[in-house]
């Protein structure tokens, strides 16, 4: 695994850091009401993004990181409860009107998801689906609305776009469906551009090859982007900012070189044992970690990771609270790895 990538980004957008935030998310929690039984899918997360800056949300299976970003989108079934607060450039998300959302939904904030062969019109070219959210979005007539969405294919490097523009998604490969995707993201030139397991389909140099497209993107138009991964691996090499996810709360976050370099939490570290190195090939690797997640519905006292740490204690009962114990590094346990055990 190489986090050199994320070595060399991160120092070209700490300047950029001090710009003021793009998305600003406090204490968000939302809960589903189902036949009678409350499921707590996120409880209470935090976290500032800078412009031109990629963060990183990595957990297991249902920690809550979708329902996190949907919440963003207003993209939840009304079953959803939302609270807590998140701000795009200063402007309430949470609570906002149905309608006043749909309308910074793509404008503001664009999604790719994990399969674009469902999320594209399978009847309709390829080409004439771009040009459609490139009007949807901006006041652009057809003929300039098609040049466009021309232009947005050259944009995420799809090979021969003008010819690309008259295909059916059939005639694409995967990878190049996802391009497809994250041009019609970009047609209204969002400010952030959430990525939701979106090279998680794709055979693995496909997957470097759009992430690099995601970096480039995030590099030159200054957007920033969100990246929803369970691959703690994949969010090291191109992430600057890891937030560690696990039953709804974020329980380790650090720049990514930080994470790495002084990794806290028994969880990121167990999900850090479970990546392949040289030395370590996938197929030699344990179960990923132990036991299960708890269930959402009743939440379990204290440390949600207990049942599964080997560093539990009898203090772990009670909660750890989520501290910025370290400058730039925030952690939930009461029994933190130090320095000589973090190296995984
Ligand atoms: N519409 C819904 N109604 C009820 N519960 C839901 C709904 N959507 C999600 N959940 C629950 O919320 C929790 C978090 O789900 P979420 O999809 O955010 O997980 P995730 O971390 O994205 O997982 P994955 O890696 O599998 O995509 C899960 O327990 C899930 O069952
Ligand atoms: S607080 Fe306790 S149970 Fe929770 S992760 Fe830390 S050591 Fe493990
Ligand atoms: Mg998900």
Redesign the pocket.
Known sequence: MSIDRATRTSQSTVERSGSAPLLEVADLR?R?H?RGRH?H??NGLSYRLHPGRMLAIV??????????V?SLMGL??P??EVTGSARLDGLELVGMPEKEVRRHRGADIAMVFQDPARSLNPTMRVGDQITEAVRAHTDLDRVQARERAVELLRLVRLAAPERRFHEYPHQLSGGMRQRVMIAIALGARPRLLIA??ATTSLDVTTQAQIMELLLDLQERLGMAVIL?S?DLGLAASYAQDVIV?YA?RAVEQAATTELFEHVRMPYTRALLGAIPTLERPAHTLLPVIPGQPPD?ASLPEGCPFRPRCASATERCGEAPPFVEHEPGHWWACWHPATDEEATP
């Open positions: 939302v589903f189902r499921v899918a996120v957990g297991e299976s249902g920690s809550g990181k979708s329902v996190s949907r939840l079934p079953t959803a939701d397991e929803i369970h996810m709804g959402l």
